[in-house]
């Protein structure tokens, strides 16, 4: 079965949006008509290749379920299936966010509630 959870990488500006209640998606979103996500596994190598060097970026954790339909895995990246959006990302899916920070060993801390 699919994760319930999926990450969104987002700059402060985009992060700001969602914050505001919806997020419509990033230029890359828009173009591609979909929000791309990434898994707990996938996210480091998604911030490598499409974020590297960039400074203030955020990671909502996204509820996947509460996405329903709008939801679809697809072959992407290596063959790998990748959760995608088809809809606005409203904040209310979305269950905890925070800075993009790494810990002393290196690993990518994700986002908790509480």
């Known amino acids: 079965m699919p994760e319930a959870t999926a990450y969104k990488v987002l700059t402060s500006a985009q992060m700001t949006e969602l914050e505001s209640g919806i997020f419509k998606g990033?230029?890359?979103?828009l173009a591609d008509g979909y929000i791309h996500l990434s898994t707990a596994a996938q996210l480091q190598e998604t911030l490598e290749k499409h974020f590297a060097g960039q400074e203030g970026l955020w990671l909502a954790a996204v509820d996947l379920e509460a996405l329903g339909d709008a939801v679809r895995w697809e072959e992407s990246r290596g063959g790998q299936l990748f959760p995608h959006i088809y809809a606005d990302?409203?904040?209310?899916?979305?269950?905890?966010?925070?800075?993009?920070?790494?810990?002393?060993?290196?690993?990518?801390?994700l986002p908790v509630t509480g």
């Open 89 to 109: 990302l409203p904040l209310s899916a979305v269950t905890a966010y925070s800075e993009l920070h790494y810990e002393e060993d290196g690993a990518l801390r």
């Open 26 to 29: 990033a230029p890359v979103d």
